[in-house]
């Protein structure tokens, strides 16, 4: 039988479960309610462990994948120099995790610190970033971070977020190796791309790998093509039902482009079989010269091939010429909610985001860091050029713009289509979106899409 | 069971290793994958390995996603689940199959229903909030009895189908009382019931992701259908971490499969219902 | 009067509250959420009617689920049932191999979704897949497919892995059932000269009808309400020809619809409901309680 503290721990409808349980057996042999004592027992022996409040353990929540060795190298110094130790609940990549961590906005059980994505909103499902999160705007760590380059982090001219781990920038990565054994340069026009794509092909090698399985690999060249700071009023203008997504040319640019190569030929055969992880084994073994990624894809290169991680390097795909940007990703985002805690949050991080401790982080972690002055860095010779395209002003962040209303979540599965004979054209695509977009902003009653 | 000629036999035994080997090919590439590196387990392939990574991936696993707590957190909920499952089940069921009134009648519908119905995270979150049961082991039980009590009852209906009445009522003449009709007449004939629904239940709550995700899940209480995630990332995974970790968390499952066969295969002799 | 009190209404509280309590309260409340506008915090500022239906026979995919969802439903229900049921009946030989067999059969159904997909991925890869490469060997190169990428088939290719994952179950099933089968009927009909075939057809089939039906039953609940092998094998796609009625409600979930993710579900919980029922009243029309 449940003791008498406990039912007075558990609400009266559990009580009133257990006394029907208990009147259900009457007075023969109470063989169910039995049962209820190893219940009962489990959950007492198992209580929460409470750990000595000598320094402060901040509760944080995050996905799995983004605790590695940067972060655990940052906790060990936390420990000694601030006194503050992250007990972190590691939740799975994508929806389910996102959900999760919804969950627990929406029934108040809020974390200390949460690593989020940057491009939360208020539309995110996490509530008015406003009522929930501590502002960053006069924290002390912004003064060493260009909060007008990574935008993405801000909302309502607020800046809710600060960095984590190291931004990334989506190019095109192609194998130097090959390039050289052909004689070829890297192409700064379009018409320079097709006649190197000729003469790879011509070697019998695969020009231009796209790895469809993963679907989402196949949103880098729109990416790309959409990267355009040229395009900012268009954009501004689809959002409040101006303009529509079908007007974005140089969006649809990438996506004609992707059919472009795949009908012509110059990509792997099996395109919507290959999977990222193919991708990197193609690219880095020289049976394909091209690859359009971010620069992500190096942390697992280093991992895998690390004798071919010299041969890869990048440059922006000429979709216009001189004028063509590469994509820019803001790094992930730790945000401070609004709590007992916050201060201690706070705290952690104006020490996390300042130099010393970001040296700390990107000696042993890859990425490109977005606090100024970091100096201790692991960078590949991929990604060291791929930061000078950045730091030449040549990066933009074309998408997910940040836009209020999300317009890109069947985007990867309509470029599959693409890719399937007469299934779906590039001005499809567009189309597609659009009505997902106007879907998402109708569901939010926005005024402008009635 | 049927007798076969000898030659039958050899051609019998034969499709029988067949069909195992068709069966068995995937089981191989997770197994095989579980051994090599990040690299080689990334190209998918039911090659040997180049390099036999298998202690390292396993330590490995076994350590990142502190594999021995996870059991022990999944062991607590699985077999405090199962324990009142089974005796619930099994009783439910005897009850709706034997007495034929209207309660029944709706009660086997809700549980069909109830088969079919999806769990829902928010309200269930919300009861289970307000009776402070989130995050406790016994919330967690609850909501597992709850969740599979349909599926077990209905499996529990069919199989009492098959055990005659004329057995209720002679132990009904004897005077017998009404729980020990069940526990000590019915129950030990359903053993290869019993058997199939503690197989299934112990799987359904052993790989079950969503509930111990949502209602225990803390820094250091997650179970074991979690761990998965903790080697697979946001752009790419570690197939042969991924792949040790499948081989990790399946293991006590084929153990008690193994086990459980017996009590399945052995009703042949002991348990059947002679009639 | 000895059936009130031997089979007493009382011994189902305890279990009928447990589920009622923590599970059917819960589940059927939160279909309230299908007529309001529920956003991705869980929030509610309105209620809809039936505009979040309207919106689910919009969608351009929804004809396209359905229709997926009833193709892997009724096949992965037949293949397992059959497959299963055969199975049961050779492992219930006395061979040494048999052993082996069911054990084996079995494992399947024991890993993890995501384990079985990645594997069938790699084996059903159009070029370097093992499945392609068997073809070729035995020189049936005209049967090779693009298995998970052609929109015209990738259902039933989606279809085969389920089968292969969850035959093994059925057959446990059948197998337990078999054993409650009594050796003196199996024992006379020999004596009979019954041969094995009659004896499947009068004897096995007849008796093990109660759990033969709950099979079917359980087994086309999985079928129509399928999701984790679909996701994890083609994600729905190519594009989204391999869609079931569950993506779809996933696909509104992630875009935190969740009013209409909701409507989804009950659509799916009704439209199961309905099938199931009709099922079950056809399957046990001959056999009575």
Redesign the interface.
Known sequence: MLNSSKKRKYSPLLLLASILIVAGCGNNNNAAPNNQTPQASNSTEQAPSEQPAEKITLKAIGHASWFKTGIDAVLKDAADKVGISLEIEKVPEGTDGDNLIKTKFATKDVPDLLFYYPDTNDNSGLGKLSDVFVPQDDQEWIANFDSSAWNYLTSDQHVYAAPYGGANIGVVLYNKQVFESLDLEIPTTMDEFWATADVIKDAGKIPVYLSGKDSWTLQLAPLQSGARPADADLLKKIEKNEAKLTDWKNKETGITFLKDIFEKGYTNKDVLSDTYDNAQQALTNGDAAMYFMATWVMNDIVTKFPDQVNDIGSFIMPFDGDASYATAFAPNAIFVPKGKNQEAAQKFINYFESVATQDVYFSNEGGIPTIKGVTKLTLTPAEIEAKAFSDAGKVFAGDPYKMKYAYDSNFPSYLQEVLVKDRRTPAQVMEGIQKDFEKNAKAKEDPNFK | MILLKKWKRYIAEFIAILISGFVAIPLYLVVINSFKTKADAAEMSLSLPKVWNVLKNYEEVLKAAKIPQAFWNTSVVTVGSIIVLIILCSLTAFIIQRRNSATTRITEMLIITGIILPITVITTFYLMDSLGLVRTYMGVILLYVSGNFAFTTYLYISFIKGIPRELDEAAMIDGIGRISLFFKIIFPLLKPATATAVIVAFMSIWNDFFTPFYFLNTASRYTLSVTIYFFMGQHSSDWNLVFANIVIVSFPVIILYLFMQRYIISGLTAGAVKS | M??R???????????????G??????????FY?AFT?M?????VT?WVGFDNFR?LFEDDDAILAFKNTFIFAAITTVFKVLLGFF?A??????????L?????????????T???A??????????NG?LNGFLEFVHLDALKR?W??D?SIVIYSISLVEI?KWT??SM??F???L????????ESARIDGAS?WR?IKDITVP??M??L??TV??NL?GGL?VFDIVYALT???????SSVLNTLV??A????????A?AA?LL??VI??VV??LV?RILNRPTE?
Do not use: C
């Open positions: 000895l059936q009190y031997y089979y007493s209404h009382l011994l189902l509280v305890p279990g009928l509250i447990l589920f309590v923590f599970f059917i309260v819960p589940s059927l409340a939160a959420f506008n956003d991705a915090a869980f929030q309105r919106i199975l009946i050779f492992a219930n030989q006395k061979l040494k191999s048999v082996f067999l069911r054990s084996v059969i079995f494992f399947p159904a024991i890993l993890s995501v384990g079985v990645t594997a069938f991925v790699s084996f059903m890869h159009p070029s093992l693009s998970l990428t929109p292969w093994g179950f446990m099933l197998l337990a059932a054993q409650t089968i009594s050796q003196d009927v199996i094995s004896m008796m093990i109660p759990v039906n709950t039953i359980l609940i309400k994600g729905g796609g190519p594009g989204s020809a996933y696909r979930f992630s875009n935190g619809r969740n009013g209409e909701t579900n799916l919980f199961v409901l199931v029922l079950n309680r």
